[in-house]
């Protein structure tokens, strides 16, 4: 990557106003940004009764949840929410994201409230309402992303990520790559073959996620190699959605050696 476009201080560099930390293991990113963020949130509520915090669900997360849960927070001054959730599974499915964040987090500590997405097919409209209700009334402190292999954020795949969008939260048709992204046969979070992945969702949208104060996504792995490429060496531009969090003012990006593995 041209050395103009990006300073680096030991395996640290920045592009644009994205910081971003790459790590040797993702054992490392987790526990240090779980580190960073913990002190973050014990700031936050130094100075207000309690915060609200979006979580993202992917086993590109697991690290840091499992490091984030043991840190010193009184969570009890925490709402908590989700950005996205499919539409059509049994509310039982360990494929959901509510019940992915209540097994990594939500069942281990205790949170003043968790805003669980529902995602009742008979019901989006109400949902997408509802949820719409619950980002206005709670604005967003801090936002934890992970980076889709498409470079999704939430579940705006490209062609439904709109910068200006001015839905807060909307159903969506999601894409073959992202799609692709949730088959694996060895992972019990995620499905076994592409035909049981849905082909909708729910999802705060581009607009909701930059509003947030603090913002910090964590994408370590091989599979994401090309979409940390693309976040930091394309043109800011809706085709890479995770591009524009080279403009926000306090981001950071928390990558490992392999999702860092494509840039120069």
């Known amino acids: ?51 609200n915090i979006v979580f993202a669900s992917a086993p590109s997360q697991n690290e840091f949840l499992a490091s984030l849960r043991a840190k010193d927070v009184d969570w009890s001054r925490i709402n908590a929410f989700h950005m ?78 709109f910068f200006d969008d001015p839905e807060l939260v909307k159903v969506v048709d999601l894409d073959e790559k992202n799609r692709w992204q949730q088959v694996d046969p060895d992972d019990p979070i995620c499905f076994n073959a592409i035909e049981q992945v849905p082909t909708h969702a729910i999802t705060l949208t581009i607009p909701v996620l930059f509003k947030a104060t603090y913002a910090y996504a964590i994408s370590p792995g091989t599979n994401k190699a090309d979409a940390i490429y693309h976040t930091l060496k394309g043109e800011i531009q809706e085709k890479y959605p995770s ?22």
């Open 243 to 264: 591009t524009i969090l080279r403009k926000h003012p306090e981001a950071i990006l928390y990558i490992d050696e392999d999702s860092a593995a494509k840039l120069p």
């Open 84 to 161: 996205d959730e499919y539409i059509g599974l049994d509310s039982s499915a360990p494929q959901l994201f509510g019940n992915f964040l209540k097994d990594k987090i939500f069942s281990h500590v205790k949170f003043r409230d968790v805003f669980y997405m529902d995602g009742d097919k008979t019901r989006q409209k109400v949902e997408c309402d509802r949820y719409s209700d619950l980002m206005q009334k709670h604005p967003t402190d801090i936002v934890i992303l992970g980076i889709g292999e498409n470079t999704h954020l939430a579940f705006n795949d490209p062609h439904v990520a």
């Open 1 to 51: 990557m041209d050395k103009r476009e990006l300073t680096m201080d030991k395996r640290e560099l920045t592009k644009d106003q994205l910081k971003v930390k790459i790590y040797k293991t993702r054992a490392e990113m987790g526990e240090d940004a779980a580190e960073e963020i913990s002190a973050r949130i014990n700031s936050l509520l130094e100075e207000r009764d309690y915060i």
